[in-house]
């Protein structure tokens, strides 16, 4: 693109953008994407005097684009900009169309298959003629024609093509990685500049079948290293080429579903079915369950062969139940400090983007301290009256700060609401899982009581808001404990 002003002093700005892109976010208008284009541009770079610095131009400008899409319609635009960065001149642009991608160089691929993966041969028409290779699990990326197979796969590997495309004859030896009886493809295009030079190709090939029908495979289970809040487990199939998924299920889970424990698994699987050729194991596997358990639950193991579209080959194995031990209070302690707090009025008067949130607010610093704790977790919520957290037991507010609370470290910023009770929720856990003794602490913030601006310090994380604490009951649902 080649851009010559009748002014060599006059500061404009240039590009090229799809007709896509500005028909979908800028209403079609080029006026609309300058003004939206430079807010952006002055709340990236700080003011709009370093705005036009990094992005205005002077006198003739010679840019080639590269990695724009192919067959796409775009809009190659000049812009004068004045002082306040607002356009100041007629946006002056041509439209063109970029080429369809050329069907380039063919390529032959000779595959020798195992149980876990692929020799192969890629052999290009032309062998100067750079290009990209991947594999991919065709159950994952059936239901895409090729050319969103092609915008997917660019997407995916974008930290790679631009290294890993080369010309000539590429030998892949097998590394092992990929699992029996599944359809994987080798997917090829041409690659140079930053963009694709062909379309997409498709070059199928199966894995080997499991040494046994899967239906027949057996799996051992053992557990370990057994805590109040995790275990280990360890799985041993009795044929390594069977491929299979497991996890734990509780007794209050497996009741519901005990009937049809093939729905469950089905259902598990589906939860996180674009991973399935990750989720997936073959041999001897295990899992450290740490901190997920509840104590003195009852628990399966469930171990179910998994084919390459997610479904149950054979009745699901459910392992003897194991125990996590009973709930013990350890010594571990936690205590919270609040040495002072500061009106996020001022704050926002200091500095009216940092602070944007603060305004309203007391702005909070806690600090946490802990004694015979590995770790420890904590939250401040702001009190409901109609639903107080007084009510809740330590119990469950424990157990709802070890799932789903937030690590503490020494501190932590909360923009609090004035005038409203709020109360710090803290729990230790010491080396052996167990928790210690809740720590529960209220505090209400008045103006009045806000420390002068003249004494803050910017810490070097943001405020969060405080929420509230809800204990839902426990509903039978098919659950992921890894």
């Known amino acids: 693109m080649k851009v010559v002003p009748s002014d060599n002093d006059a500061v404009y700005y240039y590009d090229v953008l799809s007709r896509q892109i500005l028909d979908q976010h800028h209403s079609g208008d080029l006026a609309v994407y300058m003004k939206n284009a430079m807010a952006e541009a002055v709340k990236n770079y700080g003011s709009v005097e370093e705005a036009l610095k990094k992005l205005g131009?002077?006198?003739?400008?010679?840019?080639?684009f590269e990695g724009l899409d192919p067959n796409t319609d775009y809009l190659a635009f000049a812009a004068g900009l004045d002082a306040a960065g607002e356009v100041n001149t007629k946006i002056e642009s041509k439209t063109f169309k970029t080429k369809e991608l050329a069907a380039g160089a063919t390529f032959e691929v000779k595959f020798t298959c195992y149980y876990n993966g692929a020799d192969f041969t890629i052999t290009p028409s032309d062998l100067e003629f750079p290009y990209y290779s991947a594999i991919r699990p065709a159950f994952r990326y059936q239901g895409l024609d090729d050319d969103a197979l092609l915008e997917t796969i660019i997407a995916e590997d974008s930290f790679m093509l631009d290294f890993m495309a080369a010309p000539g004859v590429y030998e892949y030896e097998n590394e092992g990685v990929y699992l029996p009886d599944t359809e994987y493809w080798v997917l090829i295009f041409g690659w140079a500049a930053g963009a694709p030079t062909t379309s997409i190709q498709k070059f199928p090939f199966r894995t080997s079948k499991p040494n046994i029908d899967p239906a027949a495979c057996q799996f051992t289970v053992t557990h370990s290293d057994l805590?109040?809040?995790g275990m280990n487990i360890s799985i041993e199939p009795s044929d390594d080429t069977v491929p299979y998924?497991?996890?734990?299920?509780?007794?209050?889970?497996?009741?519901?579903?005990?009937?049809?424990?093939?729905a469950y698994v089905t259902e598990y699987v589906g939860q996180d079915i674009d991973n399935l050729d990750n989720n997936r194991v073959c041999g001897q596997s295990g899992y450290s369950y740490t901190k997920v358990l509840e104590p003195g639950t009852k628990y399966y193991v469930w171990v179910a062969s998994i084919d390459e579209f997610g479904k149950p080959q054979a009745d699901v194995y459910i392992s003897d139940p194991i125990t996590t031990l009973p709930k013990a209070v350890s010594d571990a302690t936690v205590t919270a400090t609040i040495d002072k707090y500061f009106n996020g009025d001022d704050l926002y008067a200091l500095d009216n983007e940092k602070y944007a949130d603060c305004r309203g607010q007391a702005y909070v610093m806690v600090t946490f301290a802990a004694e015979n704790a590995k770790e420890w977790y904590g939250t401040m919520v702001a009190e409901d009256p109609n639903d107080p957290t007084s009510a809740i037991s330590d119990d469950e507010v424990i157990e709802t700060l070890l799932v789903g609370g937030t690590w503490c470290p020494t501190g932590k910023l909360y923009l609090c609401k004035w005038d409203t009770e709020h109360t710090i929720l803290a729990v230790g856990v010491a080396a052996d899982e167990n928790p210690g003794v809740l720590l529960r602490q209220s505090h209400t913030f008045t103006k009045a009581g806000a420390a002068p601006v003249s004494e803050f310090v910017a810490p070097e994380s943001q405020g969060v808001r405080t929420g509230t604490m809800k204990i839902a009951p426990h509903v039978a649902s098919v659950r992921n404990y890894k």
């Open 245 to 262: 998924m497991f996890d734990l299920i509780s007794e209050a889970d497996y009741e519901r579903y005990k009937a049809d424990m093939k």
């Open 227 to 229: 805590t109040s809040r």
């Open 57 to 64: 131009s002077q006198g003739e400008s010679n840019y080639a």
